[in-house]
Nanobody
């Protein structure tokens, strides 16, 4: 059974940085496209960033472009989301997700493309 475990969340001041990690177990990490999403209370889960199974393709939502970097090394675990210049509006619960689908990366921005989700890690940015 595939499991994803996020870590690295926490509380920082505006302008600070965090590195989120997503550890994959039960399936080779290299076979998965990986996505990071976030969800505020009462709102839909939205994509933050996606990286293809090979690492050759990445996607960033406009809200985080230039401030966030998603990386992976398929010889290692986990997959990382480096977040810089954090803003209070970035405060919410962050989830990682995995997908085995071999589809264009732009289509991996939708939650329905993913088969496994982690439990989430909280990010809080104070002004």
């Amino acid at each position: 059974q595939v499991q994803l475990v996020e870590s690295g969340g926490g509380s920082v001041q505006a302008g600070g940085s965090l590195r989120l990690s997503c550890a994959v177990s039960g399936r080779s990490v290299s076979s998965n496209n990986m996505g990071w999403f976030r969800q505020a209370p009462g709102k839909e889960r939205e994509v933050v960033s996606v990286i293809s199974w090979s690492g050759g393709g990445t996607y960033y939502d406009d809200a985080v472009k230039g401030r966030v970097t998603i990386t992976r090394d398929n010889t290692k675990n986990p997959v990382y989301l480096e977040m810089n210049s954090l803003r209070p509006v970035d405060s919410t619960l962050y989830f990682c997700a995995s997908s085995l689908r071999r589809i264009p990366i732009v289509t991996l921005t939708r939650t329905v493309r993913y088969d496994t989700w982690g439990q989430g890690t909280q990010v809080t940015v104070s002004s």
